[in-house]
C-alpha cells in the first residue's frame, strides 16, 4: 500500500477515536478566538445576531442565530445526555447503588466546592449569579485527554469518570430547570407535560416508531418550554426519559430469526450484477426489521445523534459561544471576583470535591474503589473535572446578562479548563507510570 493511500485509513481511526472530540473542540475554540480578535471580528459578532424566523400567519418564531444554536441545538445535546444517563440508570454504571456510589458522592463534591468557593468570592455582588458556572464537567474535554494516556489506564478509571461525568451532567440540569430559567408561564408547561403524557402512554402502548416520538417532543415538549422560561434543553432531557429502553424480541427469539435468515442467504447463488433478487432483497429487510425489533429505541437513538453531537452540535456551540475580544481582558478577567470563583473553582475546588467527598464515601462504608485505581488517579481524574468548557460556557450564557460579565466567564472558564486538563494529564502520567 502507498504512504498516501494509508493516510485517510488513519484520519478515518483518528477520528472514530475517544481522543478526537476534545481536540476538535479545541480547535474549533481556537479558530473562534482568533476570528474575535481579527480584522474580521465584526463579521463573527454579527453572524450570531443575524434573526431567523420560522412559522406562518400569526404563530411565528423570531431569535438570533445564537439563541437558535443555544435554545435549539443544545435541546438535542441535553437529550443525548438524557438518552446516556436513562440508560446508565437502567443497565450502566448507575444501574445498581455498589456501581454508583463512589461516583454519586464524587458528583456531589464536584458541585458542592466549586460552588462554595463561587460564593465565597462573589457573594453580594453582581457576579453572585454564576455560582452554577464551576460546577460542570466536559465529558468529551475530559475523555479526550485521558484517552492521550493509551492503554495504561485502567478500564475502571475511564467507566469511574464517565459515570461521575454523566451525575455532572444530571446535577447541571437541574440547576438550569431550577435556578437558570426566567420567569415561568404555567399554561406553557402544563402544554409541555401533556405531551409528555401523551409520550408516556405512547412508550406504555409499545410505539417503536421514533420519528413518531419526535413530533410530540418536538412540536409539543421543545416549544412549550421553550415558551415557558424553563429553559428549552429540559425538554430534550425529559423527553430522553421517555423513549423506549426495551426491546421487541428476546435474545432466543433474535439468535433464532437470524440463524434462519442465514440459512436462507446461503441458498443465494453467485452472479455478475450487485443487483440484489427480490428473494434477496425481502432477505435484506428481514434482517433489518429483527435488528431493530431487538435494539431498543433508546440505544439506536443514541447511537444516531452521537456523531451528529460530536461532529455538528458541540463545534457549532463552541464556535459561537468562545470567541471573545482578548486584548489587554486576560489578566484583569481571571482576577476579578468572578474570575477568581471560575478558576479556583474549577482547578481546585473540582479535585478538593471530587476527592474528598469519595474518600467520605469510602470511609463511611458507601463505596469502593474502583479495581487498579489509587487514589493518587482520583486526584487526577478530579482535575480533569476541571474542564468546564461546554457545560461551563453553556451556563454562562444563561447566568449573566451583561457582556462584560460573560466575556469574563468566557475567557475565565478557557484558561481554568487549560489548566485543569494540563494538570490532569501530567498527575495521571506521573501516578499512572508508577502503578
Known amino acids: 500500500m502507498r504512504p498516501l493511500s494509508i493516510v485517510p485509513i488513519k ?3 483518528f477520528a472514530k477515536g475517544p481522543a478526537f472530540p476534545g481536540i476538535l473542540l479545541i480547535v474549533v475554540a481556537i ?21 431567523i424566523t420560522i412559522g406562518f400567519g400569526d404563530v411565528i418564531l423570531s431569535k438570533p442565530l445564537l439563541l437558535w444554536i443555544n435554545d435549539g441545538l443544545m435541546a438535542m445535546f441535553f437529550f443525548a445526555i438524557g438518552l446516556e444517563i436513562k440508560r ?8 445498581t447503588w455498589k456501581k454508583a456510589a463512589m461516583p454519586v458522592f464524587a458528583a456531589l463534591g464536584g458541585m458542592i466546592i466549586p460552588s462554595l468557593i463561587f460564593i465565597l468570592f462573589n457573594h453580594g455582588k453582581p457576579s453572585s449569579d454564576g455560582w452554577g458556572i464551576p460546577m460542570a464537567t466536559d465529558i468529551a474535554f475530559s475523555l479526550g485527554i485521558l484517552a492521550l494516556l493509551g492503554k ?13 461525568a454523566i451525575v455532572d451532567d444530571l446535577g447541571a440540569v437541574l440547576v438550569i430547570a431550577f435556578f437558570y430559567s426566567s420567569k415561568i408561564v404555567f399554561s406553557s408547561v402544563a402544554v409541555g407535560g401533556l405531551f409528555l403524557g401523551i409520550m408516556v402512554l405512547m412508550n406504555w402502548a409499545g410505539v417503536r416508531n421514533k420519528i413518531a416520538y419526535a413530533i410530540p417532543g418536538i412540536l409539543g415538549i421543545w416549544l412549550a418550554f421553550l415558551l415557558s422560561g424553563v429553559h428549552a434543553t429540559i425538554a430534550g432531557v425529559l423527553a430522553a426519559f421517555v423513549i423506549p429502553a426495551t426491546n421487541k424480541i428476546n435474545i432466543a427469539g433474535f439468535k433464532q430469526t437470524m440463524i434462519n435468515l442465514a440459512n436462507g442467504i446461503r441458498v443465494f447463488k453467485k452472479k455478475e450484477t450487485p443487483i440484489l433478487s427480490r428473494e434477496e432483497q425481502a432477505v435484506v429487510t428481514s434482517i433489518k426489521q429483527t435488528c431493530e425489533l431487538y435494539e431498543p429505541p433508546l440505544q439506536s437513538l443514541e447511537n444516531e445523534l452521537h456523531p451528529w453531537v460530536i461532529f455538528l452540535i458541540m463545534p457549532v456551540f463552541a464556535l459561537s459561544n468562545t470567541g471573545v475580544v482578548m486584548g489587554d481582558n ?6 476579578n471576583p468572578a474570575g477568581i470563583g471560575i478558576v479556583l473553582g474549577l482547578v481546585l475546588g473540582k479535585p478538593l470535591g471530587i476527592l474528598l467527598f469519595s474518600w467520605l464515601a469510602y470511609k463511611l462504608g458507601m463505596a469502593v474503589l474502583p479495581e487498579n485505581v489509587k487514589w493518587t488517579h482520583i486526584l487526577g481524574i478530579g482535575l480533569l473535572g476541571g474542564i468546564g468548557f461546554t457545560m461551563a460556557l453553556f451556563i454562562a450564557s444563561l447566568a449573566f446578562k451583561q457582556t462584560e460579565l460573560i466575556d469574563n466567564a468566557k475567557i475565565s472558564i478557557l484558561c481554568a479548563s487549560a489548566l485543569a486538563g494540563v494538570a ?3 498527575v495521571l502520567r506521573k501516578t499512572l507510570s508508577n502503578s
Not at 478566538?33 to 434573526?51: C, G, M, R, T
Not at 446508565?88 to 448507575?94: C, D, Q, T, W
Not at 495504561?152 to 461521575?164: D, G, Q
Open 152 to 164: 495504561r489506564v485502567p478500564i475502571s478509571l475511564k467507566i469511574f469518570l464517565t459515570a461521575f
Open 330 to 335: 486576560i489578566l484583569t478577567s481571571v482576577t
Open 88 to 95: 446508565e440508570v437502567i443497565a450502566g454504571e448507575l444501574s
Open 424 to 426: 490532569g494529564y501530567f
Open 31 to 51: 479558530i473562534a478566538i482568533i476570528w474575535a480578535n481579527s480584522s474580521a471580528s465584526a463579521v463573527y459578532f454579527e453572524l450570531w445576531q443575524n434573526k
Open 11 to 13: 484520519l478515518a481511526r
